[in-house]
């Protein structure tokens, strides 16, 4: 359990790492490296060139504003957990991305590995891409014509698969705000505390100004091939939050995926914990809308 | 194009306090720098894959797996290894840190393999938090949680944290 | 005697090395060794037709390449049958490298050396190797079809059929009042020690001898199998274990295909060679254990108390058969528990299949066994609505049927007859520690948070300690330090802790002053390995044999000295002194000086014992009979194994919608005789249990069809974190062994062995249908608890069945 050799090249800027992109035919970015490093122990994965981004600067911030919350290449995990002035903000914008990232693994890995980093490398089973389709986020790729943005719906093509093609960083994921009278709760079911989860759900619920359930939108892990975002509004639209059946939404959500069975979980199983999950974070969330909505 | 791309690099780091340098090919990652080039073979391997934890060490304080590290990807860095964590007194001995004396004291390892990586952990983890404060038993879990021991049930692990949080605790009154 | 060290929490001496990150682990040794790779065989049976290495000839760093062509003389035969039976009437082991036929995923085809692990697995990529692949079988249900075979020449996969019975079970059935017959399945796991395995070996060219170290349980046993294959006389091999980091069994056994071809090496390059294994390679081609089917039939009468017992065993014991039918033999013998059955039959059919092979893992058939027996007291309960307590009560072994004779024989070829034991005494501990009377209040406090709460029990007896021996030598030298070593091994039992507490409190010296050693043929080449919960009891009590043996000698020389008699002398503190007057003595290291007569002073010390100094002219420096030096060498050699004993319960909370399974509470009453350091052996315990709850509820080896590993990584094959192991509550009750010097017994398996069972019967309590198989997980409970034909147990009415099941 040794990787093959590869080449390697730490660039101190953007510019530099994409001049090495498309000069190294095979080059693959390196950030926390959580997933990829051992992917390249088992040599199931043997990039020519690892093109580390660690020393690129300006990659390591959390920016929060109104409008939602950008979190750079190279913040890692506990970033966004750690008791500090950026997470505080970032927590009060857009709740939902603290709360699924204490979900991932470990803390030595979540020390290393970065939120952009489980993004790019597009595991369903991943929090952060189930959290980046959920506030319908996108992120930052530069490449050597420029910067574009890339929503969530057209970055995720398959399991560990993105659309991303030739050379190219994502150099920051863009988490919306939580929209007004909003309130996210995240639950996820691992076998061990911090393995990937048999199941995990983040939702959101939005009421109207009259208190009552306006929408509810959930997205699960390790459920389907991609990411995706389900609306469940129709099982409780219009209910008062004390009154709406979650558990109608629950057996909705049930009806909408399409989950795969594995040594861990059967499809079954996955399925009846969408319902399980459902029911019991959008109670939670709920009660946290009630809450943002009478502040 | 200024950046270069390499196959071999030469790393400087320092280790438990000392600046070493090391030439190594860059697929090398931080365990095997640690243990093969500079003969601190404290580190263990266990899985190779960054789940058992036993090869964890700090960089630049913060506990991180050396098996998911790249040796290059240290160059300039702080690491601290099981090696390190004992300090020399004013006359040359060593003064174990509170969780080694915690761990013998409370029986918290048998073959030892994972050892080192639990003391480290903890230690960084107990260094980190307000040694005055009464350790909860959520931050016991959070401590060892993510390290893999397969000869001691956990139970004195544990038990070797409260321990050693106690001992800081009367060291910082 | 100041000096009482056994049976105290003595702190471990290993540890001042072991925190300070100054172990000395395999991969520790030999900086700058050259490293060894494997090619593996990608499939589970497959006719190897090529092996082109061409591709791997310009890897740089590349230095030697062997494939079984390279193999000669004894290499080339293959590998020992460590432990023939009669029973076994195929046998059949594997060769070093594959020769032909490959029949398990993982088996080594091709070994390369380089300069380092990164260059031989570059090379070992390289290579090219083609198969024509052959039928698979996988699961010990395939095999008893035998719709294929794993080896050509046995046609229906039965390598063994091992047969014991006590008398006529077929009548006994027929007139039982009661009888039940049911299937149960038992699943893969592993040892899985951290530290996987390793070897290094140092070829002297000039001495002609070969210096191995490996990390192993039995390293001169290691040594005499490295001295056949590689045709050396065993003067010039010696092997050595040095820290090694967990064992539970693998290790055992030996030798495995790298221990001789790492040495081989060595020798062929006059090189330092090593192979440290890697996560990967020991999933796929160390041992694992415990896959068993298991039909039960038994009678019973109105009182549930059983009548007769038979049991047909279907165990997988994977492509070869190295280390014989010991797990079958131990299931079928350790079956029977602390319960007195009438008349028990037991066959067991060990059985091929394209898997790695099946050796002993910490419990090594006893889990198997318990679950079979404790999940029958379970039925007979339910059958008869009485408690599950009152069952087990009601057939246990009594404290005067000791010594107990089974009419069974154990895996040491001689009888099982207990020795001693308390087992109503421990039931009612149990019951205590576990608050089972109050399993109904539980059961509501937890309905009321809406989780399902059931409790279970499982009792046990372990056979510890066979022989056919080990031994002990123990030297007090001039500077007062005191040399202890035995050739049996350490994998963090804490040997040299207990076996210094042995000595010192036979000897009468300060623990400080003795130094331990083990494993290690240069220091003590008579031995058997560490394996069977048998290091206490055999190095223990060889090592106070020994002890013992020196003080006898101690005390005659200073009789002398001190012109007493050597009855009224004691030792203490390292001080040979007359009983009851005080000044009257003299240091146990100047005994030591003395007993050695010399011409040379090499030091001050020695001048005591030069030959001008010392002055009986009546008798010749050594007298006849006698020898110099103050040491002694004995050896411990059992009549048959000592049987410790235990009970264990689990409290389970299961969630109705989820189906998660938390273990709430878990209790432990343990029998293990004599306890030399009770720390050593509650760690044991809960190292124990931590591996039953993982086997109960996280871990398998999960192969799919095509005999393919489906989870070799720690990533799927869940050994339990903290988070999964619950808190474990411990009491202790101490029957002495009658059969050894120190009336102890093994300790160091115990803990896992009830857990599957134990959990098994909490489950079923909890949710009211019926456990065949284990271990379980949420998928797999959810999966029963849909199934409508899924039996429910008589008591499952106790259970609210509209649990959020959707239909």
Redesign the interface.
Same mark, same amino acid.
């Given at each position: 359990m040794k990787p093959a050799p590869f080449r390697y090249a730490d660039p101190r800027s953007l510019e530099e790492a994409l001049d090495v992109l498309t000069a190294e035919h095979g080059a693959k970015v390196l950030a926390g490296g959580q997933s990829l490093i051992p992917l390249l122990a088992m040599r199931l994965a043997a990039p020519a060139t690892l093109v580390d981004i660690n020393r690129v600067p300006g990659l390591d911030t959390v920016e929060t504003t109104g409008d939602g919350v950008r979190v750079g290449a190279l913040v890692r995990h506990d970033g966004l957990l750690r008791d500090s002035p950026d997470a505080t903000a970032a927590a009060r914008v857009q709740p939902l991305l603290a709360r699924a990232t204490a979900n991932v693994a470990h803390p030595a890995i979540r020390n290393r590995g970065t939120t952009v980093g489980s993004i790019a490398h597009a595991d369903p089973s991943g929090e952060m891409t189930a959290v980046l389709a959920l506030t319908g986020g996108s992120v930052t790729v530069a490449t050597p014509e420029g910067r574009s943005t890339v929503g969530w719906q057209d970055l995720f093509v398959g399991p560990l698969e993105t659309s991303l093609a030739g050379p190219a960083v994502v150099v920051d994921a863009f988490f919306p705000a939580l929209p007004a009278r909003s309130g996210t709760a995240f639950a996820e079911i691992s076998r061990r505390k911090g393995d990937y989860a048999v199941c995990g759900a983040g939702v959101v619920v939005t009421l109207d100004e009259d208190r009552r359930v306006a929408a509810v939108r959930a997205s699960y892990l390790s459920v389907g091939l991609v990411p995706e975002v389900h609306d469940l509004t129709e099982a409780v639209a219009g209910k008062p939050v004390d009154g709406a059946d979650w558990a109608a939404a629950g057996a909705l959500a049930r009806t909408l995926v399409d989950p795969d069975g594995d040594i861990h979980a059967s499809a079954d199983y996955r399925r009846l914990l969408v319902g399980v999950l459902t029911e019991r974070t959008l109670a939670e969330a709920a009660a946290e809308a009630l809450e943002r909505t009478a502040a | 194009?200024?950046? @270069? %791309?390499? @196959?071999e690099?030469t790393v400087t780091v320092t280790v438990n306090g000392v600046l070493r340098e090391a030439t190594v090919? %860059?697929?090398?990652?931080l365990s095997?720098l640690l $243990?093969?080039d500079l003969?601190?073979?404290?580190?263990?391997?266990?899985?190779?894959?960054?789940?058992?934890?036993?090869c964890?060490v700090l960089v630049d304080g913060?506990?991180? $797996?050396s098996?998911?590290?790249?040796a290059?990807?240290v160059d300039g860095a702080e690491v601290t290894?099981?090696?390190g964590?004992?300090r020399e007194d004013d006359r040359g001995g060593?003064v174990?840190h509170p969780v080694?004396e915690a761990? $013998? !004291?409370c029986?918290a390892?048998?073959?030892?393999?994972?050892?080192?990586g639990f003391?480290v952990?903890i230690a960084a983890?107990l260094e980190a938090r307000d040694a005055t404060a009464e350790i909860t038993e959520e931050e016991v879990? !959070?401590l %060892?949680?993510? +390290?893999?021991?397969?000869?001691?049930?956990?139970? +004195?692990?544990?038990k070797a944290v409260r321990h050693a949080a106690a001992t800081m605790r009367d060291d910082a009154r | 005697m100041t000096t009482k060290l056994f049976g105290e929490p003595v702190r471990r001496r290993e540890d001042a090395r072991l925190i300070t990150g100054k172990g000395r682990y395999l991969d520790d040794l030999g900086a700058g060794a050259l490293a060894a790779a494997f090619v593996r065989s990608p499939h589970a049976h497959a006719r190897v037709t090529d092996v082109d290495v061409e591709a791997a000839l310009d890897v740089e760093g590349l230095v030697a390449i062997y494939t079984y062509e390279d193999l000669t003389g004894p290499m080339a035969e293959p590998m020992p049958v460590l432990i023939p039976h009669p029973q076994l009437h195929a046998p059949r082991t594997g060769y070093a490298l594959a020769n032909g036929v490959v029949h398990h995923v993982g088996e080594p085809v091709v070994m390369v050396v380089a300069t380092d692990r990164y260059v031989a697995e570059d090379a070992a990529d390289r290579i090219a190797v083609s198969y024509e692949e052959l039928p698979v079988v996988v699961g010990v249900d395939a095999a008893r079809e035998a719709r294929a075979t794993v080896h050509d020449d046995v046609p229906d996969n039965v390598a063994a059929r091992h047969h014991q019975e006590t008398g006529d079970v077929e009548p006994a059935l027929a007139a039982a009042p009661h009888t039940l017959s049911f299937t149960q399945y038992i699943e893969r796991s592993a040892c899985m020690p951290l530290e996987g395995k390793g070897v290094h070996a140092r070829w002297d060219a000039d001495d002609g001898s070969l210096r191995v170290h490996s990390s192993t349980q039995a390293s001169t046993s290691v040594r005499a199998a490295i001295a056949a294959k590689l045709e050396l006389s065993l003067d010039r091999v010696e092997v050595i274990a040095p820290d090694v980091g967990g064992g539970f069994g693998v290790k055992i056994v030996h030798p495995w295909p790298e221990e001789l071809l790492v040495p081989m090496a060595a020798i062929r390059l006059g090189r330092e060679v090593k192979w440290a294994e890697d996560r990967r390679e020991h999933f796929i081609s160390s041992a694992h254990e415990r896959q068993q089917r298991q039909e039960i039939t038994v009678g019973f009468d109105d009182d549930g108390r059983i009548t007769a017992l038979d049991v047909h065993v279907w165990h997988d014991n994977g492509a070869y058969t190295p280390y014989g039918i010991i797990v079958p033999i131990i299931t079928a013998t350790q079956l029977v528990g602390p319960y007195a059955i009438p008349v028990y039959r037991v066959v067991v059919e060990s059985v091929y299949t394209n898997t790695v092979i099946v050796t002993p893992y910490r419990g090594a058939g006893r889990p198997q066994g318990c679950y079979a027996m404790e999940r029958t007291m379970d039925r007979i309960a339910d059958a008869l609505g009485l408690d599950r307590a009152e069952v087990r009560r009601r057939n246990l072994i009594t404290p005067d049927q000791f010594p107990y004779d089974h009419r069974l024989t154990f895996q040491d070829g001689r009888p099982v007859i207990y020795d001693s034991g308390d087992y109503p005494g421990l039931l009612d501990k149990l019951v205590a520690l576990v608050g089972w009377d109050e399993a109904g209040a539980l059961r509501a406090d937890a309905q009321a948070r809406g989780k399902l709460l059931g409790i279970g029990m499982a009792l046990y007896v372990e056979g510890t300690g066979p022989g056919p021996y080990e031994g002990g030598h123990v030297q007090v030298l001039g500077s007062g330090k005191v040399l202890v070593s035995t050739g049996l091994t350490s994998q963090g039992q804490g040997h040299e802790t207990v076996f210094a507490q042995i000595v010192a409190s036979e000897l009468g010296v300060p623990i400080d002053d003795v130094e331990v050693h083990t494993g290690d043929t240069r220091r003590f080449g008579y031995a058997v390995g560490t394996f069977a919960s048998r290091a206490a009891v055999m190095s223990g009590n060889a090592v106070a044999l020994a002890a013992r043996g020196v003080r006898e000698k101690a005390l005659r020389i200073a009789a002398d000295v001190l012109e007493a008699d050597p009855a009224d002398l004691e030792i203490d503190e390292g001080q040979v002194q007359v009983k009851g007057t005080p000044g009257a003595s003299i240091p146990l290291r100047t005994v030591a000086v003395l007993s050695n007569p010399l011409r040379y002073a090499f030091d001050q010390a020695a001048q005591q014992a030069t030959q001008f100094v010392t002055h009986d002219d009546s008798k010749p420096p050594v007298a006849p009979g006698d020898a110099p030096g103050l040491e002694h060498r004995d050896y411990y050699s059992p009549i048959r194994s000592t049987f410790a004993s235990g009970a264990h319960a689990a409290v389970v909370e299961i969630d109705p919608r989820t189906w998660e399974i938390d273990v709430v509470r878990y209790a432990v009453v343990h029998d293990c005789g004599n306890v030399v350091n009770p720390m050593i052996v509650e760690g044991q315990v809960q190292g124990g249990v931590a591996q039953g709850v993982g086997g109960a509820l996280y871990e398998r080896m999960a192969y799919d069809g095509d005999g393919q590993l489906q989870n070799a990584s720690f990533m799927d094959f869940l050994m339990p974190y903290a988070s999964e192991v619950p808190d474990i509550a411990i009491d202790h009750q101490e029957t002495p062994s009658p059969l050894n010097p120190l009336g102890i017994k093994g300790a160091g398996e115990a803990g896992v062995i009830p857990g599957t069972a134990a959990i098994a019967s909490a489950i079923e309590d909890a949710v009211g249908r019926r456990i065949t198989s284990m271990p379980i997980s949420p998928t797999e409970l959810y999966d029963l608890m849909r199934d409508e034909t899924a039996e429910r147990t008589a008591g499952s009415q106790q259970v609210p069945l509209q649990t959020g099941v959707p239909a």
């Open positions: - | 194009m200024t950046t @270069s %791309v390499d @196959s690099r090919p %860059v697929r090398r990652v095997d $243990r093969e003969r601190l073979t404290g580190t263990h391997v266990g899985c190779a894959h960054g789940v058992c934890g036993s964890t913060v506990p991180v $797996r098996c998911l590290v790249l290059v990807q290894t099981v090696e964590l004992a060593q174990l080694q761990f $013998r !004291e029986h390892l048998q073959c030892g393999f994972c050892t080192p003391l952990t983890g879990d !959070e %060892v949680g993510g +390290n893999l021991c397969r000869c001691t049930g956990y139970a +004195n692990i544990k | -």
